[in-house]
């Protein structure tokens, strides 16, 4: 009886830990403007629509501000605050100073979804729809975004210092980054995937195409070297697609280049370098359906990681500012 009694109290106690951990991210749901902004999710398509339309690499810069948001305390749209006198926001931290961009563009879905359904929408939940939108509009996978994000009070440059993988990372760097997120290997190979579109600084990539030439197609580097200088302050901000195939497009090639020694950053050249992860590049270099697969999980498990929900946090009325 009473090791009926004890096997029943750790079956409750099993449950009820489930039940904690599975109401952490309890009110997020693709259903939670249903009612409060229905126009939502149209506004949001037809502005990022218009803004790819305009310049197609604003696709890539959206997608980046969302993994760049997600990996510095969570997905709480803090990468969009400019300083102010009580923090240094994230904005002018390493990773992001003269890189990120698309503000403006959020700043636009922003105020015409304020029009329609005033302080009801975080800055956070539109950077994760634009992020998806942008995938699906350059040919990329659909998925349905988790809504319910609440928006930061502050921001951390510092902690944008340290927490978002630099491209001059290691592999095991990579894993150990994405794993203290909650994100497995897989994950971290899918999301890397995201270069398939968008373009990289010659800051990000010169010692890649100067010092690791053994990592590399000697063609390749070649032409990369021809419009990134190798002394450091000349043609710093000189663009280089980081798919060579198909910059503008959202498709598997990113993992051929990988395969075929042309990964453009340190960091992209390491999934695929005789390590762990070789396979998993081949696979997708394969199987660009799987890759798309793999992709739309992995982004609604960023999309996930810490979110501010109920009253913590706020919805702001200008997502560069604070209530």
């Known amino acids: 009886m009473g090791s009926f009694s004890s096997n029943k109290l750790v079956m409750i106690g099993l449950f009820l830990l489930i039940l904690v951990l599975g109401s952490a991210n309890a009110s997020l749901s693709t259903e939670f403007y249903s009612s409060s902004c229905p126009k939502l999710l ?27 948001d997600c990996f510095v305390n969570g997905c709480d749209g803090s990468i969009l605050l400019d300083d102010t006198s009580s923090f240094k926001g994230e904005k002018n931290a390493g990773p992001n100073k003269n890189s990120a961009r698309g503000f403006e563009v959020i700043d636009a879905v922003k105020s015409a979804v304020e029009k329609v359904c005033p302080g ?49 990372s290691t592999l095991n760097q990579l894993i150990s980054k994405f794993g203290a997120l909650g994100l497995s290997t897989k994950d971290l190979v899918a999301l890397s995937g995201g270069h398939t579109i968008g373009q990289a600084r010659c800051t990000t990539f010169r010692s890649h195409i100067y010092n690791e030439t053994n990592e590399l197609v000697t063609s390749f580097a070649q032409t990369r070297q021809s419009n990134c ?95």
Request: net charge positive; proline share 5%.
């Open 229 to 323: 200088p190798r002394a450091s302050g000349v043609g710093d901000n000189n663009l280089a697609p980081l798919d060579l195939q198909t910059p503008a497009s959202f498709d598997n090639h990113y993992f051929n280049n990988l395969v075929d020694r042309k990964g453009l950053l340190h960091s992209d050249q390491q999934l695929f370098n005789g390590g762990s992860t070789d396979s998993i590049v081949r696979g997708y270099s394969s199987n660009p359906s799987s890759f798309f697969a793999d992709f739309a999980s992995a982004m609604i498990k960023m999309g996930d990681i810490s979110p501010l929900t109920g009253s913590k946090g706020e919805i702001r009325k200008n997502c560069r500012s604070v209530n």
């Open 120 to 168: 009801v929408v975080s800055c956070a939940d539109i950077l994760a729809i634009a992020a998806r939108d942008s995938v699906k509009i350059l040919g990329g996978p659909e998925w349905d975004v988790k809504l319910g994000r609440r928006d930061a009070r502050t921001a951390s440059q510092s902690a944008a210092n340290n927490g978002i993988p630099a491209p001059t």
């Open 42 to 68: 149209d506004i949001v398509k037809c502005t990022v629509e218009a803004a790819i339309k305009k310049e197609t690499r604003m696709g890539a810069s959206l997608l980046r501000l969302f993994f760049h």
